[in-house]
């Protein structure tokens, strides 16, 4: 059985995120999406809310059984270990995110070794979409319609107390 997981904080996840998920998960038996518990980030969401959110959206917006999600503290090759995973996924934006992910995956390789960085890059739709810019546009009332899955904009637009999309 191939099984890969997809690290990330996903505060919040995004419609790029969800292709990254998709697209992976036609490429391995088992995907599991795993949320970064780094309260360090100062996160908007706890990491049970964002694995709540994320199994929603892939359940809503994929409809795959060998998609799992989970949370975690620590190093993610231990992770991975732990679970029997081959590869890492990364998600690649531009060519901004290149040179951190580069280095990361090196990283990672001289941990783990048995363990592979895949790098998808995104669909050109969401080559411009982050996280962060979801929050601040959330945040200034936004509208986030294909930005991110309409049970996490109404999240956001709890969190930040707006009524409605700009």
């Not at 997809?6 to 969800?18: A, I």
């Not at 990491?47 to 917006?61: D, G, L, P, Y």
């Not at 592979?116 to 546009?137: D, G, N």
């Not at 996490?152 to 999309?165: E, G």
Request: with cysteine.
């Amino acid at each position: 059985m191939r099984i890969a997981i997809y690290p990330g904080t996903f505060d919040p996840m995004t419609n790029g995120h969800l292709d990254i998920v998709e697209r992976a998960a036609r490429l391995f038996d088992r995907l599991i999406v795993l949320v970064a518990d780094n309260p360090g980030k100062h996160p908007i969401f706890s990491a049970a809310e964002r694995v709540e959110m994320i199994r929603e959206a892939v359940t809503q917006e994929l409809g795959r059984g060998h998609i799992q999600v989970d949370s975690y503290q620590g190093l993610t090759v231990d992770y991975a270990r732990r679970v029997g995973a081959q590869a890492m996924i990364r998600g690649l934006r531009a060519v901004t995110d290149f040179e951190w992910e580069f280095q990361l995956a090196l990283i990672n390789q001289k941990l783990a070794v048995d363990i592979e960085t895949v790098c998808l890059m995104t669909a050109q739709e969401h080559s411009f979409l982050s996280a962060s810019m979801v929050r601040e546009l959330a945040q200034y009332g936004g509208a986030l319609d294909d930005l991110v899955p309409p049970h996490i904009a109404v999240a956001l637009r709890q969190v930040y107390n707006v009524k409605r999309d700009a």
